[in-house]
C-alpha cells in the first residue's frame, strides 16, 4: 500500500469532518492515461465513476484494489459521509456514506 496511507480500515479512528481519509475501491483503466474507472461500496451500493490517478492509491499487492482521496463532510457512530475525489455517475457531487470500519487515514 502507498506510503500516503497510514492506520489501515479496520482499525478504530477519531474521525471529523475535514479529515481525509480514503476510501477502499476496486480499479480498472480509464478512459485517459492519467484517469482510472472505480467502483466503491456505499450504504446504499455499489457507484462508479473515474478519478484521476493523483486522486488515487493503488494497492502494491494488487493493482485492481486501492482507496480513493475523500474529505468527511459528516461522521456518524459507524457510518461516515465523504466527498470522494473524482466524477461519479449516480452522485453528481461524489458524496458517499461508507462504513467507519473501511476507511484509511490519508496521510499528506
Known amino acids: 500500500m502507498s506510503s500516503h496511507l497510514a492506520n489501515k480500515g479496520g482499525v478504530d479512528m477519531a474521525l471529523k469532518a475535514g479529515d ?56 456518524a457512530d459507524d457510518l461516515i459521509t465523504v466527498k470522494l475525489y473524482g466524477s461519479f455517475f449516480t452522485t453528481a457531487q461524489g458524496v458517499a456514506s461508507v462504513g467507519r470500519k473501511s476507511l484509511a487515514r490519508y496521510a499528506a
Open 20 to 75: 481525509v481519509v480514503g476510501v477502499p475501491c476496486s480499479i480498472q483503466a480509464g478512459p485517459f492515461p492519467d484517469e482510472l474507472a472505480v467502483s466503491v461500496d456505499t450504504k446504499d451500493g455499489v457507484i462508479s465513476g473515474f478519478v484521476k490517478k493523483s486522486n488515487l492509491q493503488i494497492d502494491a499487492s494488487d493493482s485492481g484494489r486501492g482507496h480513493i482521496k475523500g474529505v468527511i463532510v459528516e461522521a
